[in-house]
């Protein structure tokens, strides 16, 4: 490989590393001081790279606050991706559904590489302190829907993800990465996600995947809320209540061709 080339490959992916890490604060920004902290570049680089990605608007940078922040051009490419697009409207009826009837909060997910994103969601949010948006991006690892998304992939693959979601994390600390863990070996065992208060304190979440035509997964569906309102008793119904909207958004994903990517 050139120089040229290897050069231009390496700097495409650190534009695409500064525009996945953006998008995990589509509201709030990031300054350029943290972020390329967290991205593990020089300022220079940096600051270097956002300012191409402010001229070709895919990021954007806040006036009252010169955060940088997702551009109106990566909102103008995702209409060009229509079966997303369909999939994300074949959720709502399914989440108000699962909402209404546990008066809970429900979301579906998107698999993104080792990362979900909230692609919907329906009913009061159950996290205090914590931000459950459309376009919200986390590790796997840290929540039902993508737990259920990690269970349901071949175990090589999914123990390479968990264990780098875990490294990832590890700066919360050992206990934390110890609830984490906890959490997928319960879910592995159960052949569903179930969160028992492991990521947000009395709160109680359930998940299960979505997969293509292919049996591939790609995406997962979750009610989550507080814990009284899941006793032990109604856990299966809640269970066969998320395997059965599951099961109708996938013959909805083989009508319109959507594959896992």
Not at 66 to 90: I, M, N
Not at 103 to 111: D, E, I, K, M, N
Request: aromatic share 6%; with cysteine.
């Amino acid at each position: 490989m050139s120089e040229t080339r290897r050069t231009g490959t390496q700097s495409l992916e650190r534009a695409a590393l500064l525009l996945r890490e953006i998008a995990t604060r589509g509201r709030f920004g990031w300054r350029l001081k943290d972020l390329a902290e967290r991205c593990q570049l020089d300022r220079a680089t940096t600051y270097r790279l956002l300012q191409g990605l402010v001229r070709e608007r895919l990021i954007r940078q806040r006036d009252s606050d010169r955060h940088y922040l997702p551009g109106p051009l990566l909102f103008e490419l995702g209409l060009s991706v229509p079966d997303h697009s369909e999939f994300q409207a074949a959720c709502r009826a399914p989440l108000t559904r699962l909402s209404k009837r546990f008066a809970s909060l429900s979301a579906a997910f998107l698999r993104s590489g080792a990362e979900f994103v909230c692609a919907g969601r329906a009913g009061q949010s159950v996290y205090v302190g914590t931000v459950l948006e459309v376009g919200t991006r986390r590790p796997l690892i840290t929540t039902a829907g993508g737990v259920a998304i990690l269970i349901a992939m071949p175990p090589e693959e999914s123990r390479q993800l968990a264990a780098q979601n875990l490294k990832q994390l590890s700066v919360m600390g050992p206990a934390v990465t110890r609830r984490l863990e906890s959490f997928l070996r319960r879910s592995e065992g159960l052949g569903y996600a179930y969160n028992r208060s492991e990521t947000t304190a009395g709160v109680h979440s359930f998940g299960v995947p979505i997969r293509d035509a292919g049996q591939r997964v790609f995406a997962s569906i979750v009610v989550s809320g507080h814990a009284e309102e899941f006793p032990a008793e109604r856990v299966p119904e809640v269970v066969a209540a998320l395997r059965e909207e599951a099961g109708k958004l996938e013959r909805e994903v083989r009508r319109i061709e959507l594959q896992a990517a």
